[in-house]
């Protein structure tokens, strides 16, 4: 497996439990299981895509999945709250 797996799946996790658990009702079709599918392909392509560039630069390879889920924690997407904020509310209650 490659060392930049890792991170794309906890993208990819971060991603789904954002839309389907933290805000089921801001999906843009509504259809959760859709979302899931969606969520799921993404990440397997990124993680094969990013497993063919480090065989040429691991190093930019890792590199790229960790700003990758840096940004997807921190970053707001269609007027919906990010996964940091999101969690935080849960947080406080």
Do not use: C, H
């Not at 789904?16 to 801001?26: C, K, S």
């Not at 990124?46 to 889920?69: D, H, M």
């Not at 269609?78 to 940091?84: E, M, Q, T, V, W």
């Amino acid at each position: 497996m490659a060392s930049s797996t890792g991170p794309i799946v906890a993208l990819g996790v971060v991603t789904w439990a954002n839309g389907a658990i933290l805000q089921p009702d801001t999906l843009p079709d509504g259809n959760v299981f859709r979302f899931s599918v969606r969520v799921g392909v993404g990440t397997g392509i990124a993680a094969a895509g990013l497993s063919l560039i480090e065989r040429a630069s691991p190093q930019l390879a890792k590199g790229i999945a960790y700003v990758a889920l840096i940004t997807a924690l921190f970053t707001r997407y269609n007027d919906r709250s990010s996964p940091i904020e999101n969690l935080l509310t849960w947080w406080k209650g």
